[in-house]
């Protein structure tokens, strides 16, 4: 079973700021397979990256996903107000999908 | 494109519910479905999956032998049945359609529309 793992758990940053969160995966996995999610409290996920760093629709470019093998980034260039929210990596598997356990963008 | 989870409530542990999600705006016979969970003020957890024509089914450990996915493609539903429910079961379930994007050699997954989601709370 692949583990990802997350990090960090929380990242306090200020409106402009580069936000970078890490997502691990335990082995090495197809890239194609890892998707990124943005969750706001109270709303369902929304997707933002697939295949590592393809933007899905109607995603603005200051989101970039990255990466290869075990280690993969999201990148948020210059947080908006609207960007603080806890974000998942997710990796696919035949039987099996799995999330990591997130990382929250907080105001700082 | 639109998905509607229902279903959800308070129940007592060991008791069951059936949870459904109406899916409109798509073919929803051409694809494959996903049944996501978060209990209060967690993560996600992926619970189960169904094929688009509901020929396989998968699920976490956590729910193996308790919970079962399965859909009616005449009525554009998918269905999540809980048994033997448990208070760590309690959690918002979401639905999710599954997209799969083949790009020369390689081929993408991902959950690309999700309802709202339902709260199902087991306590005594």
């Known amino acids: 079973e692949i583990v990802l793992t997350q990090s960090p758990g929380t990242l306090s940053l200020s409106p402009g700021e580069r936000a970078t969160l890490s997502c691990r995966a335990s082995q090495s996995v197809d890239s194609s397979y890892l998707a990124w999610y943005q969750q706001k409290p109270g709303q369902a996920p929304r997707l933002l990256i697939y295949?590592?760093?393809s933007r899905a629709t109607d995603i603005p470019d200051r989101f970039s996903g990255s990466g290869s093998g075990t280690d993969f980034t999201l990148t948020i260039s210059r947080l908006e107000p609207e960007d603080f929210a806890v974000y998942y990596c997710?990796?696919?598997?035949?039987?099996?999908?799995?999330f990591g356990q997130g990382t929250k963008v907080e105001i700082k | 494109v639109q998905l509607v989870e229902s279903g959800g409530g308070v129940v007592q542990p060991g008791r069951s519910l059936r949870l459904s999600c109406a899916a409109s705006?798509?073919?929803?016979?051409?694809?494959?479905m996903h049944w996501v969970r978060q209990a209060p003020g967690k993560g996600l957890e992926w619970v189960a999956v169904?094929?688009?024509?509901?020929?396989?089914?998968y699920y976490a450990d956590s729910v193996k032998g308790r919970f079962t996915i399965s859909r009616d493609n005449s009525k554009d539903i998918l269905y999540l049945q809980l048994n033997s429910l448990r208070a760590e079961d309690t959690a918002v379930y979401y639905c999710?359609?599954?997209?799969?994007?083949?790009?020369?050699?390689?081929?993408?997954?991902?959950?690309?529309?999700w309802g709202n989601g339902t709260t199902v709370t087991v306590s005594s």
């Open positions: 997710q990796l696919y598997g035949r039987s099996r999908w799995t």
């Open positions: 169904i094929w688009y024509d509901g020929s396989d089914q």
């Open positions: 295949g590592a760093s």
């Open positions: 999710a359609r599954w997209i799969t994007v083949t790009t020369g050699h390689f081929q993408s997954h991902y959950l690309d529309v």
């Open positions: 705006g798509f073919t929803f016979s051409s694809a494959g």
